[in-house]
Each structure stands twice: as structure tokens, then as C-alpha cells.
């Protein structure tokens, strides 16, 4: 069982950068592939990153072209996302999730979510 506790998110402008974290519970993270995703009001759920267990593999959705980047600390249980260049189209709720299986995509196949952390992008 691993809890998961995103912080960091708030308001920025357009441009501007946020680093979101995300502390999970347990002894085990380091066994946990984990991945961020966002919702915004009215639309369906969406991928944004993944990063393996040892995290030297990251993956990312097609829209973040360059500007996030996923990290993990397993020594602190922590997974990051610094997020650059935002736009006011990134305005959603962010969740970070776990799952012990192979990478994925999907979050129908991420046992474990955290709460969310709003970010809010203003033009």
C-alpha cells in the first residue's frame, strides 16, 4: 500500500514555471512506476509523465513537448514535475500515481493516487 501527497501546485502566468512534488508513504516506492496526470474542469483525464522505478526511463504526453520534466528521489519518496513555459491551457488539477506493473499511459492501470494540486495558469 503506498499514500500519495502532492504539493506545490498555485497560480502563475503564462511563462512562468512550477515544480510539483509528490510524497508517497512506505518502504517500497522505489518499486513503483509513477506517473502524473491532469484533469481540467470538463474534460477527460490526461497523461503527462511517467518515469520507471530506477528512473533513468521517462516518458511524457505528446502536448508537453519539451517544457516538463519528471524526476523521482527514491531515497525521499518523492516524485517531481517541474513544469516550464505554461500556458493557460495547462489549468488543471494535477495527480501523481503509482502503479507496480510495466510503464503506462493509462491511469485506468495506476493502483495508487494522490489527492491533486490545483495549478492555475493565467494569460
Known amino acids: 500500500q503506498v499514500q500519495l501527497d502532492e504539493s506545490g501546485g498555485g497560480l502563475v502566468q503564462a511563462g512562468g514555471s512550477l515544480r510539483l512534488s509528490c510524497a508517497a508513504s512506505?518502504?517500497?516506492?522505489?518499486?513503483?512506476?509513477m506517473g502524473w496526470f491532469r484533469q481540467a474542469p470538463g474534460k477527460e483525464r490526461e497523461f503527462v509523465a511517467a518515469?520507471?522505478?530506477?528512473?533513468?526511463?521517462?516518458y511524457y504526453g505528446d502536448f508537453v513537448k519539451g517544457r516538463f520534466t519528471i524526476s523521482r528521489d527514491n531515497a525521499k519518496n518523492t516524485v517531481y514535475l517541474q513544469m516550464n513555459g505554461l500556458k493557460p491551457e495547462d489549468t488543471a488539477v494535477y495527480y501523481c500515481?503509482?502503479?507496480?506493473?510495466?510503464?503506462?499511459?493509462?491511469?485506468?492501470?495506476?493502483?495508487?493516487w494522490g489527492q491533486g494540486t490545483q495549478v492555475t495558469v493565467s494569460s
Open positions: 512506505g518502504r517500497t516506492f522505489g518499486n513503483y512506476v
Open positions: 500515481a503509482g502503479r507496480q506493473g510495466l510503464r503506462s499511459i493509462s491511469g485506468n492501470d495506476y493502483d495508487y
Open positions: 518515469i520507471s522505478r530506477s528512473g533513468q526511463l521517462t
